[in-house]
């Protein structure tokens, strides 16, 4: 593969808040049947997946807005208060404000980590990386299932299922891509990028970064370096501008550029639309740059 800059975009875990104005329940939610159902998600990026699924009656609601670090956030009186009464709650399932939702929750939860079935991939440190792996094809299929059919138990007279079969198909429209770049290695800068790395086939041995706070040591920029002049690409996580979000995107971005190396840009998980379009975003990128 030619060494040349191409911009994509997949995605990246970013900062969340607890949301400052969620409003109060209305008479009729939480309670499923003809009201519809009331689903939380503890995670902005989720919003759009659900609602792919949800039938007209139906509120997706986000308990948190872009602003601080997941893994530092709390539940306020209100947030938990929704959590408690919503039919379905959705999370990620490792930030202490995950744990707390699945504790409070009264109506069932929807753990993305563990969902028989889903892998978790090991990062390049050894750790599991419990950072979106629904950005992963396989790991999304098994999300919206077990996802429509928690719906569908709770509101049986809506076709959840039939909604699924919809969104199924245009994920299969894109299996085109697994595997294309089968054979590259690759650096990121976030963990969430590994997942549709893997997708795609390429092994990302390297991740320099996974937040605001970045302290890379010289060895991690040094080797980095040596991966990208040897033809590994680089996946850099993007806001829906196309701006790196963090500062090892941008030290990642230059030295992509400065060295010839491919580039494809990942879009934040919380970014706007759902995974189906956030991949199909890299469809158009990949099959019009590097392989176009």
């Not at 919503?86 to 563990?114: F, N, Y």
């Not at 290695?185 to 997708?199: I, K, L, N, R, S």
């Not at 850099?236 to 230059?254: N, Y």
Request: with cysteine; hydrophobic share 45%; glycine share 10%.
């Amino acid at each position: 593969m030619a060494r040349r800059v191409v911009y994509i975009a997949v995605p990246a875990v970013v900062l969340i808040v607890v949301a400052a104005g969620i409003a109060f329940l209305q008479p009729g939610w939480g309670e499923g049947g003809s009201a519809g159902l009331l689903v939380v998600v503890t995670f902005p990026g989720l919003k759009s997946d659900v609602e792919l699924i949800a039938c007209s009656g139906d509120r997706v609601v986000e308990i948190y807005n872009p602003g601080v670090d997941p893994h530092e956030a709390q539940l306020d009186p209100r947030a938990a208060r929704m959590v408690a009464e919503a039919d379905i709650v959705v999370t990620g399932g490792h930030t202490p404000a995950d744990l707390k939702a699945a504790e409070l929750a009264s109506g069932t939860v929807v753990d993305v980590t563990r969902i028989p079935g889903i892998k978790i991939m090991e990062a390049p440190d050894g750790s599991a990386n419990l950072h979106y792996p629904i950005y992963h094809p396989d790991n999304y299929r098994l999300f919206l299932s077990r996802l429509a059919e928690a719906m569908q138990e709770k509101r049986p007279e809506c076709d959840y299922i039939g909604n699924l079969r919809v969104v199924l198909k245009k994920l299969e429209d894109l299996e085109r891509l697994q595997g294309l770049l089968k054979g590259s290695e690759a650096v990121a800068d976030h963990p969430a990028a590994q997942y549709p790395a893997h997708w795609l086939g390429a092994e990302v041995v390297l991740i320099i970064g996974g937040g605001e706070e970045w302290a890379p040591t010289v060895q991690e920029l040094e080797k980095a370096e040596r991966l990208l002049g040897s033809g590994s690409l680089a996946f850099i996580t993007v806001d829906d501008s196309g701006v790196p979000v963090s500062k090892a995107g941008e030290w990642l971005l230059r030295e992509a550029e400065r060295l010839g190396a491919s580039v494809i840009l990942v879009k934040a998980p919380y970014t706007e639309g759902s995974i189906i379009d956030k991949l199909s975003y890299i469809a158009v990128q990949i099959e019009g740059g590097i392989y176009g």
